[in-house]
């Protein structure tokens, strides 16, 4: 028997979280809950209210050894704001971190009738006592942690008709409960900033959180000069233990005989030698020898503290709708077609806080020295990483107050970017940004696209990261299991598509276009592998397509339409 899932497509709807009133925390008497007042409230609209009430602790199995663990949830509720439709409300959770963690969070469906109150909905971090977690929860140590809470939630409110699950709304938000203060001290803003203090600035709450990533300030912008420095993290090392063998080994046993910990030579096979060699190197550097070469072991061997990268935008590199937050260069692309061609990334934000807005990330154009000029297209496997940058040649809203973050690219010849010339930019969708320009000096050249993204966006890229890695093997066999043999209905723009999976880890595409009388279809066909956070698609021509997936109540949510509208380079 076959699954149909009908699913009505809209925009994205993305919006700036407002925060209103004051945030507070209060133990109320018991240590294991802390009150957040007046609540915290990331979502309010014509359609669903989601206010964030309290933090708490709950051990479940106590004195049970292994079996023990802690619950750590944040509690929220949700008010149906609709008086004709029950709904479905769908609440996703990505980039979510706890201080400098990245904390994998589970959360709660949530049931509401019309015009009602959930107040049963939490998102949920699980600490084992007997047995580590790999999900970055075991940092989790005290329900103060959990005020350095920040994610991004994607909250999709749907209803049934008894036909069909339709959406009534979905959109990303940002939640953050870092800068909520306690009650012994001075009642202050909540975390992020209001909806007109961002559109001034045209930076939206995330960026304002760091100053690595923070936006132009007046006082660069009227020296028409931006120049900010970017700590790009510390290689991400491979763990290596005895058995393992290849450049990484090879690398790590060189270091350990320049530092006088390993006699001999570097033969790239990792056997007791060089675990003695490793677990001498950690006794003298006060970690714990366990001669197995962990990410802190090499990253402290190799002197890795993480490389400081200069962001310098020369010209004019804001105006009332947009600013340039960097322009690099791909070294490790090569074009099949032509060797001279060079890969350039472009990223910008888009704010607005006079009239509402429609971009997308495709046509654009940069011109070199008022001579030659290119425009923007999608490649494949581009902007895998990017993950607050936004990559797609479907028109995104940008409403009043609110910022979307943009990646352009562009295939340029390496002879037009010699140093010393003028870069002008133009878009059709923004208004004046014909009026930006920088200079090829300020090309930043990387190794890889994935090195780029590291730089502009360390978040994202920490969240796509986890999100793309391969899933372990109970949730590949849980994924397989709900959807091979099995199809999916959905449809963008009144275009039908059906997807079907099959137990040899292919899948079928088929689209219906034209009209009801004389309809033909469009068939492709692919690999899909299982990540920790997606299904990746890849078709025959190598274009690739993540499909969110997570868990409703009793069975897997495929996010398509989001996939196939927003994702699809």
Same mark, same amino acid.
Not at 456 to 468: C, E, S, V
């Given at each position: 028997?076959?699954?149909?899932?009908?699913?009505?497509?809209?925009?994205?709807?993305?919006?700036?979280?407002?925060?209103?009133?004051?945030?507070?925390?209060?133990?109320?008497?018991?240590?294991?809950?802390?009150?957040?007042?007046?609540?915290?409230?990331?979502?309010?609209?014509?359609?669903?209210?989601?206010?964030?009430?309290?933090?708490?602790?709950?051990?479940?199995?106590?004195?049970?050894?292994?079996?023990?663990?802690?619950?750590?949830?944040?509690?929220?509720?949700?008010?149906?704001?609709?008086?004709?439709?029950?709904?479905?409300?769908?609440?996703?959770?990505?980039?979510?971190?706890?201080?400098?963690?990245?904390?994998?969070?589970?959360?709660?469906?949530?049931?509401?009738?019309?015009?009602?109150?959930?107040?049963?909905?939490?998102?949920?971090?699980?600490?084992?006592?007997?047995?580590?977690?790999?999900?970055?929860?075991?940092? $989790?140590? /005290?329900?103060? *942690?959990?005020?350095?809470?920040?994610? @991004? +939630?994607?909250?999709?409110?749907?209803?049934? #008709? =008894?036909?069909?699950?339709?959406?009534?709304?979905?959109?990303?938000?940002?939640?953050?409960?870092?800068?909520?203060?306690?009650?012994?001290?001075?009642?202050?803003?909540?975390?992020?900033?209001?909806?007109?203090?961002?559109?001034?600035?045209?930076?939206?709450?995330?960026?304002?959180?760091?100053?690595?990533?923070?936006?132009?300030?007046?006082?660069?912008?009227?020296?028409?000069?931006?120049?900010?420095?970017?700590?790009?993290?510390?290689?991400?090392?491979?763990?290596?233990? $005895?058995? /393992?063998?290849? *450049?990484?080994?090879?690398?790590?046993? @060189? +270091?350990?005989?320049?530092?006088?910990?390993? #006699? =001999?030579?570097?033969?790239?096979?990792?056997?007791?030698?060089?675990?003695?060699?490793?677990?001498?190197?950690?006794?003298?550097?006060?970690?714990?020898?366990?001669?197995?070469?962990?990410?802190?072991?090499?990253?402290?061997?190799?002197?890795?503290?993480?490389?400081?990268?200069?962001?310098?935008?020369?010209?004019?590199?804001?105006?009332?709708?947009?600013?340039?937050?960097?322009?690099?260069?791909?070294?490790?692309?090569?074009?099949?077609?032509?060797?001279?061609?060079?890969?350039?990334?472009?990223?910008?934000?888009?704010?607005?806080?006079?009239?509402?807005?429609?971009?997308?990330?495709?046509?654009?154009?940069?011109?070199?020295?008022?001579?030659?000029?290119?425009?923007?297209?999608?490649?494949?496997?581009?902007?895998?990483?990017?993950?607050?940058?936004?990559?797609?040649?479907?028109?995104?809203?940008?409403?009043?107050?609110?910022?979307?973050?943009?990646?352009?690219?562009?295939?340029?010849?390496?002879?037009?970017?010699?140093?010393?010339?003028?870069?002008?930019?133009?878009?059709?969708?923004?208004?004046?940004?014909?009026?930006?320009?920088?200079?090829?000096?300020?090309?930043?050249?990387?190794?890889?696209?994935?090195?780029?993204?590291?730089?502009?966006?360390?978040?994202?890229?920490?969240?796509?990261?986890?999100?793309?890695?391969?899933?372990?093997?109970?949730?590949?066999?849980?994924?397989?299991?709900?959807?091979?043999?099995?199809?999916?209905?959905?449809?963008?723009?009144?275009?039908?598509?059906?997807?079907?999976?099959?137990?040899?880890?292919?899948?079928?595409?088929?689209?219906?276009?034209?009209?009801?009388?004389?309809?033909?279809?469009?068939?492709?066909?692919?690999?899909?592998?299982?990540?920790?956070?997606?299904?990746?698609?890849?078709?025959?021509?190598?274009?690739?397509?993540?499909?969110?997936?997570?868990?409703?109540?009793?069975?897997?949510?495929?996010?398509?339409?989001?996939?196939?509208?927003?994702?699809?380079?």
């Amino acid at each position: 028997m076959k699954k149909i899932l009908k699913m009505a497509a809209l925009a994205v709807m993305s919006i700036s979280m407002a925060v209103c009133g004051s945030g507070r925390v209060n133990a109320a008497g018991n240590e294991d809950v802390i009150h957040i007042e007046p609540a915290y409230v990331p979502v309010d609209d014509e359609n669903v209210k989601m206010e964030i009430t309290s933090v708490s602790k709950e051990i479940l199995n106590e004195g049970q050894g292994d079996s023990e663990y802690i619950h750590y949830k944040i509690n929220f509720t949700v008010t149906n704001k609709s008086e004709e439709y029950d709904a479905d409300i769908s609440v996703a959770v990505g980039a979510c971190s706890v201080g400098p963690y990245t904390v994998q969070f589970s959360n709660m469906n949530t049931d509401t009738k019309a015009g009602k109150i959930n107040d049963t909905a939490c998102y949920v971090a699980t600490k084992s006592t007997g047995i580590t977690n790999s999900d970055g929860s075991e940092h $989790i140590e /005290s329900l103060e *942690d959990l005020l350095q809470f920040e994610a @991004q +939630a994607k909250v999709n409110m749907y209803y049934d #008709d =008894g036909k069909s699950h339709n959406t009534i709304d979905k959109y990303t938000v940002d939640i953050s409960l870092a800068d909520i203060k306690t009650d012994e001290a001075a009642p202050a803003e909540s975390g992020a900033s209001s909806d007109a203090e961002s559109a001034g600035t045209g930076t939206s709450p995330d960026a304002e959180a760091s100053a690595d990533s923070s936006a132009l300030t007046d006082a660069n912008a009227a020296a028409d000069v931006s120049s900010r420095n970017v700590t790009l993290p510390a290689k991400e090392y491979s763990t290596l233990d $005895i058995g /393992s063998s290849g *450049d990484d080994v090879t690398a790590l046993q @060189q +270091a350990l005989i320049d530092q006088g910990f390993l #006699d =001999g030579s570097a033969d790239g096979a990792y056997g007791d030698g060089t675990a003695a060699g490793v677990k001498a190197f950690q006794e003298s550097a006060g970690l714990e020898a366990t001669g197995i070469a962990n990410q802190e072991t090499q990253q402290k061997l190799f002197g890795d503290e993480g490389e400081v990268i200069t962001i310098t935008l020369t010209g004019t590199s804001e105006s009332d709708h947009m600013q340039i937050d960097g322009l690099f260069i791909d070294e490790s692309y090569i074009d099949k077609d032509n060797d001279s061609l060079a890969m350039v990334y472009l990223f910008y934000t888009v704010f607005t806080n006079d009239e509402n807005l429609e971009v997308d990330s495709k046509g654009s154009e940069l011109t070199i020295n008022s001579t030659n000029t290119y425009t923007s297209e999608h490649y494949p496997k581009a902007c895998p990483y990017m993950e607050n940058y936004y990559y797609s040649d479907y028109l995104k809203d940008v409403y009043i107050g609110d910022s979307v973050k943009v990646v352009e690219t562009f295939k340029i010849p390496k002879g037009d970017l010699a140093a010393g010339r003028t870069i002008t930019f133009s878009s059709s969708s923004i208004p004046g940004s014909d009026k930006i320009s920088l200079l090829t000096d300020d090309i930043i050249s990387c190794d890889s696209a994935e090195k780029i993204a590291r730089i502009i966006d360390p978040d994202g890229y920490a969240d796509m990261k986890y999100k793309l890695a391969d899933a372990d093997e109970d949730t590949k066999a849980k994924v397989k299991n709900a959807i091979d043999g099995y199809y999916w209905l959905f449809s963008i723009d009144n275009v039908s598509f059906k997807i079907e999976f099959y137990s040899d880890s292919t899948y079928s595409l088929a689209s219906t276009f034209g009209t009801t009388g004389n309809p033909y279809t469009v068939e492709s066909s692919g690999t899909y592998a299982i990540k920790n956070a997606y299904i990746v698609l890849e078709n025959s021509v190598g274009a690739i397509t993540n499909v969110p997936y997570f868990w409703g109540e009793s069975d897997i949510k495929l996010e398509l339409a989001d996939a196939f509208d927003v994702r699809e380079n």
